[in-house]
């Protein structure tokens, strides 16, 4: 029986993941990289802001330091999510659902806490989660069970009657491995781990709506 439910952010509760790959491009093309090989922001959505930043630092020989990356790519990122990005479909409508079942709910994302707080508080539900959870509490990220781990402990509840929503598979797999159970969210980022998404998560919906506990 699920008792709680731990929420990705992007991809899964907000309509964002093309936000980052634009921002990547921009953030090397303003740094003198002209041409940024096409894969890297694949590469950069498994790892955390700090981790992101040192492999930009390395890989393309950049003249500034992580902390300058971190808060540069977060100055890029703000007007999206503080004006522009939205819910992605049925999010409001399956948090009415969970609160008439009694089921709590909170978020465990990479993206930065500031812009996590915008967005919600704009769409009008930051008040409806139990807490948000991010890189900056459990510095390893996503590949480590850390911050599902933590999430819930404070939401109260076992990994195994605790669901995990995500729209990645490393996240995924992560949880999995850690005992929780799984539910991948259709995504048009993620399209092409489709078929690995449907074989490793417990449920794998097109919408998020389609979750019912």
Known sequence: ??????FDLDGTLIDSMHIWYDIDR????????????????????????????ELLIEEFNLACTKDYIVKRIEELVRIEYEEKIQLKPYVRELLDFLDSRGIPYAIATAT???????????CGISDRFRFILTNIDYPRGKNFPDIFLGAAEKLGT???????????????ETAGRAGFITCAIYDESSEKDRYLLEEKADYYFNSIYDIKV
């Open 158 to 172: 076992l990994t195994g009657e605790t669901l995990v929503a995500e729209d990645s598979l490393h996240c995924i």
């Open 1 to 6: 029986m699920i008792k709680s439910i731990i």
């Open 112 to 122: 930065y806490k500031s812009l996590a707080e915008a967005v919600l508080k704009r």
């Open 26 to 53: 921009q953030f090397l093309i303003e740094n003198g990289i002209e041409n940024p090989p096409g894969e890297i922001s694949e590469r950069l959505k498994k790892l955390t802001i700090y981790e992101s930043s």
